[in-house]
């Protein structure tokens, strides 16, 4: 998670294998918010070999 939304970060970022980019927000609501999207994304959405 940054603060850079700008691409040569993301291209940088993708060429090392990032799954993803996710830029934070400044709001610290919105990013309590973001930090329960991931977690709920990671633990409850996605499926992973056991």
């Known amino acids: 998670m ?3 939304a700008a691409d040569e970060e993301m291209l940088k970022f993708y060429a090392l294998s990032a799954r ?3 830029t934070k927000p400044i709001d ?6 973001l930090v329960r999207w ?3 994304w990671w633990l409850v959405v ?3 070999p056991k």
């Open 38 to 40: 991931i977690k709920d």
């Open 46 to 48: 996605v499926t992973v």
């Open 20 to 22: 993803c980019y996710i």
């Open 2 to 4: 940054t603060t850079s």
């Open 28 to 33: 610290f609501s919105q990013v309590a918010k």
